[in-house]
């Protein structure tokens, strides 16, 4: 079982930058994939992001690429997704996941532990 408990949203204007974060407790953390999605409201969750167990690789959606990093601190047990040159169209409720998986899975229905979001609202 993981817990996870993501931070480091807000109200921010368009332009600027933000970085979440995504605190995890339970087993091994180590052992899996994390990645990062976003819903926005009367839309579908939408990946953005994942990296390995070992933080060696990533994979981006193509509407991410350029803007957004992925990373993660396996001694503190925390995944993150630094977003620059924010746009209203980013505001959504984001997501961290978790998969006992040594690949980068991209789909949700393949994550198995969610926390229960940080809400990002960019203003324009």
Same mark, same amino acid.
């Given at each position: 079982?993981?817990? =996870?408990?993501?931070?480091?949203?807000? =109200?921010?204007?368009?332009?600027?930058?933000?970085?979440?974060?995504?605190?995890?407790?339970?087993?091994?953390?180590?052992?899996?994939?994390?990645?990062?999605? !976003?819903?926005?409201?009367?839309?579908?969750?939408?990946?953005?992001?994942?990296? +390995?167990?070992?933080?060696?690789?990533?994979?981006?959606?193509?509407?991410?690429?350029?803007?957004?990093?992925?990373?993660?601190?396996?001694?503190? +047990?925390?995944?993150?997704?630094?977003? +620059?040159?924010?746009?209203?169209?980013?505001?959504?409720?984001?997501?961290?996941?978790?998969?006992?998986? !040594?690949?980068?899975?991209?789909?949700?229905?393949?994550?198995?532990?969610?926390?229960?979001?940080?809400?990002?609202?960019?203003?324009?």
């Amino acid at each position: 079982q993981v817990q =996870l408990v993501e931070s480091g949203g807000g =109200l921010v204007q368009a332009g600027d930058s933000l970085k979440l974060s995504c605190a995890a407790s339970g087993q091994t953390f180590d052992s899996y994939a994390m990645g990062w999605f !976003r819903q926005a409201p009367g839309k579908e969750r939408e990946f953005l992001a994942v990296i +390995n167990w070992s933080g060696v690789f990533r994979n981006y959606a193509e509407s991410a690429k350029g803007r957004v990093a992925i990373s993660r601190d396996n001694a503190k +047990n925390t995944v993150y997704l630094q977003m +620059n040159s924010l746009k209203p169209e980013d505001t959504a409720l984001y997501y961290c996941a978790a998969v006992l998986s !040594r690949g980068l899975p991209r789909s949700s229905w393949e994550y198995h532990y969610w926390g229960q979001g940080t809400q990002v609202t960019v203003s324009s």
